[in-house]
């Protein structure tokens, strides 16, 4: 003992501000910097007639940063015992914004604290998952039915509540998180088929209990050119501009479709057509393998995990990921309906920034700490 703490009382103050210092996970941070090159690059072109927007993504990934390093600091302990206060503070908010939250075109998500506003469906994408992760960490070994029936009452209450905002867009992805939780806990085969089948069989009744906004995105999906200057105007310019870029693309800043202001919302949930027609394919395919190589990397802290808790909000975290990429590209290039889900670390957006930040900086935490935790 004592000459343990003589070691540690020799260690140079570098050494010892080394540790706090780089916290970071190597391939995860370089993946994410080559991803933040191109993010900048297509930002920087996409809000060339948006005075102020390349500054302020600029400004968002400094945040969005720092977010990350503070949270790979913190040990998955300190975020256990966070776990269940994190979630109820969540849901009380999302009742809160229900109650007196600002309405803003139809939708209630904001709630007004008088020198801010604040958006607690972003905050829900990080705390359900934390939460079903220290429900199922603690009845690890003892696991019964009714525990995953808790489980997804758990994730059905938020999931709710932001569906009622309405907030499609982030309800998936909040029921994409809890639902992987739940799916890495041991839920077994044959009742996922069963709740496949009965989701199926529900169809018709969500689609009755569907807002008419929703339901036409669902129709424009089918059949854009039913609206071309209305509903179906998203679509139908993102993937001409994709589709104008060809295999190479035009050229940074060249972007024909992009700056005669075709494309909507190009610095936000469109921007991968901007990136698309400028890059070309061979730009989209180094961004998918990029994105791929984070969700790889992702996947294999989950693996090596030391305790129920990392790996299963690791898991969580990585595939939750990969909807975000998925769902927005799916969304760009016509295959699934506009539901307003940003491109990871390519849209503009300071609140999605900074709870991808904090998210993988949780996860690189789970890594730094792998060996604390491992079980004796």
Known sequence: MGSTTLSLNRRSPWEQMSRFV???DRPLLIALGMILIISTATMYSAGLDFPGRFNGHLRNIGVALAVLWLAALLPPSMLMRASLPLYTVSIALLVAVELFGSTSNGATRWLDLGFTRIQPSEMVKLTTPLMLAWYFDKREGALRW???LIAVALLIVPVGLIAKQPDLGTAILVLAAGAYV???????WRLIIGLAVAGLAAMPLLWMNLHDY???RVLTLLDPTSDPLGKGFHIIQSTIAVGSGGVSGKGWTLGTQTHLEFIPERTTDFI???YAEEFGLY???ILMLLYL???FRGLTIAGSAGTTFGRLLAGSITLSFFTYCFVNMGMVIGILPVV????????YGGTALLTLGLSLGMLMSIHRHRSALMPR
């Open 22 to 24: 780089f916290v970071f």
């Open 182 to 188: 739940i799916f890495f806990a041991g839920l077994s």
């Open 283 to 285: 730009g989209v395919m």
């Open 214 to 216: 929703q339901r036409q």
């Open 146 to 148: 009714f525990d995953f």
């Open 293 to 295: 190589a984070v969700i």
């Open 272 to 274: 991968l057509a901007v």
């Open 340 to 347: 307003g889900v940003p491109l990871p670390w390519m849209s």
